[in-house]
């Protein structure tokens, strides 16, 4: 029995469904749990016309599979000279299917000349709205820590101020954690992106962006006791011979959660003065 597509062609579909981070499938009606299901005979009848007007083939050209949308967004990252073509590049992608649910995209805010680059997961709600990274709850605790040890996103001067943003530019529906799929399509644009700012020390917010740019699978707990050399993980993106000093520490929002995790975050922060300093 076939439903107007090859075995090779309904899997290649599925897959792009996995790649963009579709998790549940949803039906035409309500289903209540709470009832005994009626036992489906397993020759049951297909309803396949919807198949046969639209074959799957032709459903799945009009979008980007994971492998092509990374190697698209390789090239035009590349492309980028200045941090506002990259803004724009990334804002007229396609590749990532979370652009079409997002409100907004979320680039950046701060100094972009600031000595210290401060990298999060993914907008959360707060951000999607206003269209910058760290704002809500989570932002106002992360600029009570930084002003602790003499850091304003609003200065403008490198050695005062910080630069901000995250592995991605569009907030995941209700929050979840990005795809894996989704860090790697976004994976050489946050690259291009340390690349033309240029700063002197990364801060990697979470186990998104310490994994995803440091290329390691250690948890957050371990990650964040010692400096790392960051290397860029996207062949032909930055300088691999020039790695930048990063450190790793707690997100923000996590601290909300688990209060106790600010003393770790505080030896973080005392760490990255004392290198800041003796920069």
């Known amino acids: ?117 401060i990298i999060g997961e993914a907008p959360a709600a707060d951000e999607d709205r206003v269209g910058k990274p760290f704002v809500g709850a989570s932002g106002q605790l992360l600029d009570r820590i930084l002003k602790c040890i003499d850091l304003d996103r609003t200065a403008e001067e490198p050695k005062q101020s910080v630069y901000i943003t995250n592995v991605l530019n569009w907030r995941p529906p209700g929050n979840r954690t990005p795809s894996q799929s989704e860090i790697e399509v976004s994976l050489p644009f946050i690259e291009r992106h340390i690349q033309l700012a240029q700063p002197k020390i990364l801060v990697l917010c979470g186990g998104v962006p310490a994994k995803a740019l440091l290329g390691k699978s250690d948890g957050i707990s371990r990650l964040r006791k010692k400096w790392h050399d960051y290397v860029p993980q996207t062949k032909g993106i930055g300088n691999a011979e020039t790695p930048i000093p990063a450190i790793v520490t707690y997100h923000p929002e996590n601290l909300l959660r688990t209060p106790v995790q600010k003393r770790l975050v505080w030896e973080d922060m005392l760490s990255l003065r004392k290198r800041h300093v003796s920069l």
């Open 1 to 117: 029995m076939t439903y107007g597509a090859t075995q090779q062609e309904m899997v290649s579909a599925l897959q792009w469904y996995i790649d963009h981070g579709v998790t549940e499938c949803l039906g035409d009606t309500p289903v209540n749990r709470f009832e005994i299901p009626a036992v489906v005979p397993a020759f049951a009848p297909v309803q396949t016309q919807s198949m046969e007007k639209r074959p799957l083939q032709e459903a799945s050209q009009t979008f980007l599979g994971k492998s092509d949308a990374y190697d698209e967004a390789i090239k035009l990252a590349k492309q980028a000279t200045s941090l506002e073509e990259l803004a724009q590049i990334i804002a007229e992608f396609d590749g990532v299917a979370l652009k079409k649910t997002a409100s907004n995209m979320v680039f950046s805010d701060g100094f972009a000349q600031a000595d210290i680059m």
